[in-house]
């Protein structure tokens, strides 16, 4: 079974740091992304990797500002966030899809990733 759980997620002012968690289990080799949801918007892609190793993605909106890492040790992925802005408030969301190294070499929609976990809410004040 796999499960995805979230964790980190908090109030910041505009200008600090937050790093979210998402321990895995059940599930190895994967593509992994994070996406996050605004209130009255749809759920978009922030970042995305491949577990075994490869190119990583951002949305342009947090690019230079956030970075994706994993521990495969901890079979953890992050999303470490720098220079928040109030426009970064949203439930952020870890998902994951097994997959060959190939198919996490392009950017994934929401579509593309059948496990998510049940989110973490990130809220910066200005």
């Known amino acids: 079974q796999v499960q995805l759980v979230e964790s980190g997620g908090g109030s910041v002012q505009a200008g600090g740091s937050l790093r979210l968690s998402c321990a895995a289990s059940g599930i190895t080799r994967n593509c992994m992304a994070w996406f996050r949801q605004a209130p009255g918007k749809e759920r978009g892609g922030v970042a995305q990797l491949y577990t075994g190793g490869g190119r990583t993605f951002y949305a342009d909106s947090v690019k230079g500002r956030f970075t994706i890492s994993q521990d495969n040790a901890k079979n953890t992925l992050y999303l470490q966030m720098g220079s928040l802005k109030p426009e970064d408030t949203a439930m952020y969301y870890c998902?994951?899809?097994?997959?060959?190294?190939?198919?996490?070499?392009?950017?994934?929609?929401?579509?593309?990733?059948?496990?998510w976990g049940q989110g973490t809410q990130v809220t910066v004040s200005s």
């Open positions: 998902a994951a899809a097994s997959s060959a190294p190939w198919w996490c070499s392009v950017v994934r929609g929401e579509a593309d990733f059948g496990y």
